[in-house]
């Protein structure tokens, strides 16, 4: 157990819809990571917050939206999905952000399935 | 571009044996970290070992081991004594500032099946 939690752990909603993926980090942990991983485009990094800004944006598209909240939990947000969403999101937490170093850690996932 | 290139899709090893998987690296910096992760079927990642680019020393992690070659720009894993319950797939990943700040950037990763 990493310490990571995310919910839920399955999704299944249907094209055009807006789910929302939560996770709270480890405990200590300012840094949140979100990734999706998916069969043809493998693991990618989708968008980092640290202690509740913003700190880097990856191959996030712009129906896909993120924040973290004063108790370092965090939401990410899939408005008008299509088929193409479905996935394994990813969330990851490490307690700084900002170094090359710091070692980050994965939630379970969230499977999320558009139909 | 940052690259991890892991030519091996998939790796067959009996049990109580030695594997070693490979992994390469491409940046121009020289501040970088590189992990390990392991990913079997019920889909978590599990963070298995780090090394960094000014460590002198190959990580050890238990049955882990890295065999960093920094000249060459490679860090494959070591898997001593296999066994049954790591089969599973295993991504490298490199940590270093760029576009993505500090984000991890994966392999393809590496599928590894171990027989009785």
């Known amino acids: 157990d990493s310490g990571v939690t995310q919910t839920p752990k399955h999704l299944i909603t249907a094209t055009g819809q807006r789910v929302t993926l939560r996770c709270s980090p480890r405990?200590?942990?300012?840094?949140v990571y979100w990734y999706q991983q998916s069969l043809d485009q493998g693991l990618q990094f989708l968008i980092h917050?640290?202690?509740?800004?913003?700190?880097a944006k990856g191959n996030i598209l712009e129906r896909f939206s993120a924040q973290q909240f004063p108790d370092l939990h965090s939401e990410l947000n899939l408005s008008s999905l299509e088929l193409g969403d479905s996935a394994l999101y990813f969330c990851?937490?490490?307690?700084?952000?900002?170094?090359?170093?710091?070692?980050?850690?994965f939630g379970p996932g969230t499977r999320l399935t558009v139909l | 571009a940052q690259k991890i290139t892991q030519t091996q899709p998939g790796m067959f090893v009996q049990e109580k044996e030695a594997v070693t998987l490979d992994c390469t690296y491409d940046?121009?910096?020289?501040?970088?970290?590189l992990f390990w992760y392991k990913q079997p079927s019920s889909g978590e990642m599990i963070f298995l070992i780090y090394?960094?680019?000014?460590?002198?020393q190959n990580a050890t992690e238990g049955r882990y081991s890295l065999n960093f070659q920094k000249a060459r720009k490679s860090t494959n894993l070591v898997i001593s004594a296999s066994q049954l319950g790591d089969s599973a797939m295993y991504f490298c990943?490199?940590?270093?500032?760029?576009?993505?700040?500090?984000?991890?950037?994966f392999g393809k990763g590496t599928s590894l099946l171990v027989t009785p």
């Open positions: 990851a937490s490490s307690e700084l952000g900002s170094m090359s170093t710091d070692t980050q850690y």
């Open positions: 405990s200590g942990d300012l840094s």
């Open positions: 917050y640290y202690n509740g800004e913003e700190r």
């Open positions: 940046t121009s910096d020289q501040s970088y970290g």
């Open positions: 090394q960094g680019s000014y460590d002198e």
């Open positions: 990943a490199m940590r270093v500032f760029s576009n993505s700040g500090y984000a991890l950037n």
